[in-house]
Nanobody, 113 residues
Framework: QVQLVESGGGWVQPGGSLRLSCAAS????????MGWYRQCPGKQRELVAT???????NYADSAKGRFTISRDNTKKTVYLQMNSLKPEDTAVYYC???????WGKGTLVTVSS
């Protein structure tokens, strides 16, 4: 059974940082491209960042320079380090195995003062 479990969300003030984690099970993690997406209030789900099995990363323009995606294959976990957070980053963040139907349930990030 495939499971993707996100954690690390919460409330943070503008300019703050959070690190999200997504623990995977039931997939060949080392051979899987992984991604972070988010759904802002009233908007559709959008790409934040992806990382290939080889470690190549890709970012949405909104994330470039502020967010960093990384992976630890030994822990079967993908991370999203988010710095310089803005109110518009408020969203539910989801983990995805690229190209699959497998999604986590999401973790809420709220950026406000």
């Amino acid at each position: 059974q495939v499971q993707l479990v996100e954690s690390g969300g919460g409330w943070v003030q503008p300019g703050g940082s959070l690190r999200l984690s997504c623990a995977a099970s039931g997939i060949l993690f080392s051979f899987s491209g992984m991604g972070w997406y988010r759904q802002c209030p009233g908007k559709q789900r959008e790409l934040v960042a992806t990382i290939t099995m080889g470690g190549t990363t890709n970012y949405a323009d909104s994330a470039k320079g502020r967010f960093t995606i990384s992976r630890d294959n030994t822990k079967k976990t993908v991370y999203l380090q988010m710095n310089s957070l803005k109110p518009e980053d408020t969203a539910v963040y989801y983990c995805n195995k690229i190209g699959s139907v497998y999604w986590g349930k999401g973790t809420l990030v709220t950026v406000s003062s």
